[in-house]
């Protein structure tokens, strides 16, 4: 089945606690983003990466790394996350990054930080 | 500025009403899609519809149906005869891709939480 999954799923840590959010593919979709969803605010692209070893900064990208080692994966790293970053996670892939076609997302991970 | 404006917030309607969710985008390409999708309660996106600026047809599918009108660059989404099951959040999105653009972000509105009644 195609799919995004990203783990955990539901995940509390605390203040400066280094954390991955996991996000793999299965579509060998070239284009991967990570958005998160704040009440109020709709979602909002954090990174992005075109292809394996390429990554840029979406709009909201403070506070966040994120690294494209291999096609499948594209993990999100809070070195030092705050209470700010709590939100709602959703990884994406797509095939082309032009719209072309629909973006998969992942199931969401809902992150708080305490 | 917001490139995707969702205006209504919140909508409340009582089964078998129809409902229209409003989306008003703003971008200078020639070429761009727009998108709605929708989140249950559950959390997760469900893609409803793509649609391309070239094709200004309006879409049926079932209960939904969807006007583009490039006119007063808006991407309206009907649901007739709503249910309970229709219950969600639901976005509309702007992908822009002319030469020069921002390739595979995907601008979101703020989103409009829609609620069936019993």
């Known amino acids: 089945e195609a799919q995004v999954t990203q783990n955990p799923r539901y995940l509390i840590t605390v203040t400066g606690k280094k954390l991955t959010v996991t996000c793999s593919q299965n579509m060998n979709h070239e284009y991967m983003s990570w958005y998160r969803q704040d009440p109020g605010l709709g979602l909002r692209q954090i990174y992005y990466s075109m292809n394996v070893e390429v990554t840029d900064k979406g709009d909201v990208p403070e506070g966040y790394k994120v690294s494209r080692k291999e096609k499948r994966n594209f993990p999100l790293i809070l070195e030092s996350p705050s209470p700010n970053q709590t939100s709602l996670y959703f990884c994406?892939?797509?095939?082309?990054?032009?719209?072309?076609?629909?973006?998969?997302f992942g199931q969401g991970t809902r992150l708080t930080v305490v | 500025a917001q490139k995707v404006t969702q205006a209504q917030t919140e909508i409340s309607v009582v089964e078998k009403e129809d409902v229209t969710l409003d989306c008003v985008y703003e971008t200078r390409d020639t070429t761009y899609y727009l998108f709605w999708y929708k989140q249950p309660p559950s959390g997760e996106l469900v893609f409803l519809i793509r649609r391309n600026s070239f094709d200004e047809q309006n879409e049926i599918s079932g209960r939904y149906s969807w006007n583009f009108q490039k006119s007063t660059s808006s991407f309206n989404f009907t649901i007739t005869a709503s249910q309970v099951v229709d219950s969600a959040v639901y976005f509309c999105?702007?992908?822009?891709?002319?030469?020069?653009?921002?390739?595979?972000?995907?601008?979101f509105g703020r989103g409009t939480q829609l609620t069936v009644w019993p």
């Open positions: 994406a892939s797509s095939p082309s990054p032009t719209g072309i076609t629909e973006a998969f």
């Open positions: 999105a702007l992908s822009e891709a002319d030469r020069g653009s921002t390739l595979g972000r995907l601008y």
